[in-house]
């Protein structure tokens, strides 16, 4: 059974770096081929695919949002970090980890973590 599991801070002040951390248990990210992958969702927005890291740490970004999105990973803790640089009050969302079985998407995913808060204000 896959799990996944996001961690971090639910405040950070704008021009500040989000940093979150997800953690995998059931499977790991280095063995299959799957994209490990961050979505977030906006107050009155829908889902938006931020980008992933694959089973050999190849990364995968939004045309949007990758010149401040860096992805990585520990696998020695078999988790996957999201850095979201130079944030701003639209970036407040909830922030996703997922297992999706290609890049760029939204509905091709078996396993979500719960989501957390994230709020960008001074």
């Known amino acids: 059974q896959v799990q996944l599991q996001e961690s971090g801070p639910g405040l950070v002040k704008p021009s500040q770096t989000l940093s979150l951390t997800c953690t995998v248990s059931?499977?790991?990210?280095?063995?299959?081929?799957?994209?490990w992958s961050w979505i977030r969702q906006s107050p009155g927005k829908g889902l938006e695919w931020m980008g992933a890291i694959g089973r050999s740490g190849g990364t995968y970004y939004s045309p949007s949002l990758k010149s401040r999105t860096s992805i990585s990973r520990d696998t020695s803790k078999n988790q996957f970090i999201l850095q979201l640089s130079s944030v701003t009050p639209e970036d407040t969302a909830v922030y996703y980890c997922a297992r999706a079985n290609r890049i760029q998407t939204i509905t091709d995913i078996d396993f979500w973590g719960q989501g957390t808060q994230v709020t960008v204000s001074s």
């Open positions: 059931g499977e790991s990210i280095t063995a299959n081929l799957y994209y």
